[in-house]
Nanobody
Framework: QVQLVESGGGLVQAGGSLRLSCAAS????????MGWFRQAPGKERELVAI????????DSSDSVKGRFTISRDNTGNTVYLQMNSLKFEDTAVYYC????????????????WGQGTQVTVSS
C-alpha cells in the first residue's frame, strides 16, 4: 500500500509556471507506475501525464504536450509535474495516483490516490 500527498498548487497568472510534487509513503514506491490527473468543476477526471515505474517511459495528454513534464525520483519517493505556459483552462484540482498494473491512461487503473491540490490560472 502507498499513501500519496500532493503539494505545490496555487494561484498563477496565465503564462506562468508551477511545479507540483507528490510525496509517497509506504512500501515499494519504485514498483508503481504513477500518474497525474485533473478534474475541473462539472467535468470528468482526465489524464494529464503518466510515468512508468522506472521513469523511462512517459506519456501525456495532447492538451498539455510540450508544456507539462512528469518526472520521478525513486530515491526520494516523489513524483513531479512541471507545468509551464499555464492556461486558464488548466484550472482544476490535480491528483497524483499510483498503479500496480503499469502506466495507463485510464484513471480506473490507478488504485491509490492523493487528496488533490488546487491549481487556479487567472487569465
Amino acid at each position: 500500500q502507498v499513501q500519496l500527498v500532493e503539494s505545490g498548487g496555487g494561484l498563477v497568472q496565465a503564462g506562468g509556471s508551477l511545479r507540483l510534487s507528490c510525496a509517497a509513503s509506504g512500501r515499494a514506491f519504485s514498483s508503481y507506475a504513477m500518474g497525474w490527473f485533473r478534474q475541473a468543476p462539472g467535468k470528468e477526471r482526465e489524464l494529464v501525464a503518466i510515468i512508468s515505474a522506472s521513469g523511462v517511459n512517459t506519456d501525456s495528454s495532447d492538451s498539455v504536450k510540450g508544456r507539462f513534464t512528469i518526472s520521478r525520483d525513486n530515491t526520494g519517493n516523489t513524483v513531479y509535474l512541471q507545468m509551464n505556459s499555464l492556461k486558464f483552462e488548466d484550472t482544476a484540482v490535480y491528483y497524483c495516483a499510483a498503479s500496480e498494473v503499469g502506466a495507463s491512461r485510464r484513471p480506473q487503473a490507478y488504485k491509490y490516490w492523493g487528496q488533490g491540490t488546487q491549481v487556479t490560472v487567472s487569465s
